[in-house]
């Protein structure tokens, strides 16, 4: 039960959005279809999100996701990050049922405007597509899993990306290897703060374990105190080399400091 990820966006640069509009959003991370040769594939969720303009800058509209062999949609009204974004019940998030999928079917997702609007502040807007690969191993529920809780702190220098740019994204990856022999680590949450961001995405890939997958993990970096993503499964990782990815969106394209705090539990 290993978590795959395709995340989708599109750059919304100041102007004048009219009501039904549509946008659009293109692949920029994971694969743009339902991996082949991983056997059953189960939708899990999907998380929308936009970034967070001024009061006089939000886009009021929804995300639209649909797969080649579905014969309907679904949709999620979707808001700027704030400190309830990543709850359970937010309108960002929305529940896969354990839709199971068919191999190669790709993916459609738009966002549609429901309000007009005259813009001052250029934003982005998101979609992640998390799948289930279940023939590759995870753990359901971490949070609840005993052993011992360790945390890694983390002080990295990263270039963001501008806010009006998600759809070229710049993401910075640091090789790391700091798990310790002889014990499996369950990812159980993460968080990561970032002065001045206002929409951030931390992911672990290329680890022994994930098979090639890459679980994106939303985070909402503008305060150290925001909510963070609960996490339902946990791949098992070993010591060893793997990449650890960020992407941080700010007003303008820089490099600056992240501080990230990773939870795990040791077994």
């Known amino acids: 039960m290993a978590i795959d990820t395709s995340m989708y966006g599109a750059n919304l640069p100041t102007g004048t959005y009219t ?3 549509v946008i659009t959003m293109k692949n920029i991370r994971g694969p743009s279809i339902v991996r082949d040769g991983y056997g059953k594939a189960i939708l899990k969720r999907i998380i929308s999100g936009l970034s967070k303009g001024n009061s006089g800058s939000v886009i009021k509209g929804h995300v639209i996701v649909s797969n080649s ?10 808001t700027p990050v704030s ?5 359970e019940n937010s309108s960002n998030i929305q529940r896969g049922h354990d839709c199971a999928l068919v191999q190669n079917s790709g993916w459609s997702v738009k966002f549609v405007v429901d309000e007009t609007v005259t813009t001052t502040v250029a934003n982005s807007v998101f979609a992640l597509i998390d799948i289930d690969y279940p023939t590759v191993q995870a753990v359901s529920n971490p949070r609840t899993a005993p052993g011992t809780p360790v945390t890694i702190m983390r002080d990295d220098t990263i270039t963001t990306t501008a806010v009006d740019s998600i759809e070229t994204p710049v993401w910075t990856t640091f090789n790391v290897d700091f798990l310790k022999a002889g014990f499996r680590y369950l990812l159980v949450e993460l968080g990561s703060y970032s002065n001045g961001a206002v929409m951030g995405f931390v992911s672990i890939s290329n680890a022994a374990g994930q098979q090639g997958l890459e679980r994106i993990i939303p985070t909402i970096p503008y305060d150290a105190g925001y909510m963070r993503y609960l996490l339902d499964y946990s791949t098992p990782l070993v010591k060893g080399p793997m990449n650890l990815n960020f992407l941080v969106l700010t007003n303008s394209s820089t490099t600056q400091n992240a501080i990230t705090e990773i939870d795990w539990v040791r077994a």
């Open 69 to 78: 062999n579905w014969i309907d949609e679904t949709a999620n009204i979707t």
């Open 83 to 87: 400190a309830v974004s990543l709850a």
């Open 19 to 21: 009501k039904g509009d």
